[in-house]
């Protein structure tokens, strides 16, 4: 069932893609849903399969009033942001948002953490009564389910170790850190940082000490990722891909355990045939944060 703040099945549906995989999983997830979807692409950021697509509209995010006035044109129902996008140059934000906002307000809000500056891209876009939904409301399967995805289960040791994980990234939540973490039984070797889930992943990967691992070494790594708490679940969803498998096979890992709802799977299907291959675990837990 679609919540009720989604638009009605067969109206238009906006996409403003960054890069990656990911906004073309959503457009064709939305396709599926009934959705009408047009890809607003940002120039610099959005991949060759984005802008071949027919009708894509090409945008520049240093120029919101440009961007604004195309939604509002296409006219949509709601508008999803999806992809991947680095922070351009302060000084180049402040001088292509200054008509919008003033400037103290835009200090302050650049200098704050991703999230924030996040909800206050959405908060502009709402002063022009536009409607952002998150990927939850227009592309539900593409989220992370309740279960055990892969042939192979957690044993009882790794559900304490999981659930360990998840509740320090709960206690992290107000401090808008990393959505995941790498526990090795109740120990916590890593929390995601500003280098994101990947480097995250190469640094806790096993060392080696006179051509051996250490016994301590050699207990399972398991990666943990959902959600923030009080996260607002129209812009920055967690996500993982083929990449995150790829990585936490390199590193030792035995898996991945992932709030059902919460995280976004890019190509769930390839995702579980690489874990099966690899012998790692993929489970979906239910979190407080998630409506799975």
């Known amino acids: 069932m679609m919540p009720d703040s989604a638009p009605s099945v067969g109206r238009r549906l906006a996409i403003i893609a960054g890069g990656g995989d990911f906004p073309f999983e959503v457009f064709q997830s939305s396709l599926r849903q009934g959705y009408q979807p047009r890809f607003f692409a940002l120039r610099g950021f959005a991949g060759k399969q984005v802008r071949a697509e027919p ?6 995010m240093l120029h919101p009033s440009d961007l604004i ?17 680095s922070r351009p140059n302060p000084t180049l934000l402040m001088s292509a948002f200054s008509a919008l906002r003033h400037q103290d307000e835009l200090r302050q809000v650049f200098g704050e953490g991703d999230d924030h500056v996040l909800t206050r891209v959405i908060r502009l876009l709402e002063d022009h009564n536009l409607t952002v939904l998150g990927v939850d409301a227009v592309a539900p399967d593409l989220l992370c389910p309740p279960i055990v995805l892969t042939r192979k289960a957690p044993v ?4 304490r170790a999981i659930h360990n994980g998840f509740a320090l990234l709960d206690a992290l939540s107000p401090f808008d850190c990393g959505q995941a973490m790498v526990c090795q039984g109740l120990r916590v070797l890593a929390v995601e940082g500003l280098e994101g889930t990947d480097r995250m992943i190469k640094r806790t990967a096993p060392r080696r000490r006179w051509f051996r691992l250490t016994s301590d ?17 129209r812009v920055d969803l967690p996500a993982v891909g083929s990449r995150t498998i790829e990585n936490c096979v390199k590193a030792g890992f035995s898996g991945l355990a992932l709030g059902a709802g ?31």
Do not use: C, N, W
């Open 262 to 292: 919460s995280v976004v799977m890019i190509d769930r299907a390839a995702m579980i045939r690489e874990a099966d291959r690899a012998g790692l675990f993929i489970v979906g837990v239910p979190t407080g944060g998630s409506d799975g």
């Open 69 to 85: 006035a195309r939604l509002r044109q296409f006219d949509p129902a709601g508008i999803v942001l999806a992809g991947h996008v």
């Open 217 to 233: 070494e050699t207990t399972p790594r398991i990666l943990v990722k959902t959600a923030k708490s009080s996260q607002d679940r």
């Open 156 to 159: 009882d040791s790794e559900y």
């Open 55 to 60: 009708g894509t509209e090409m945008v520049d």
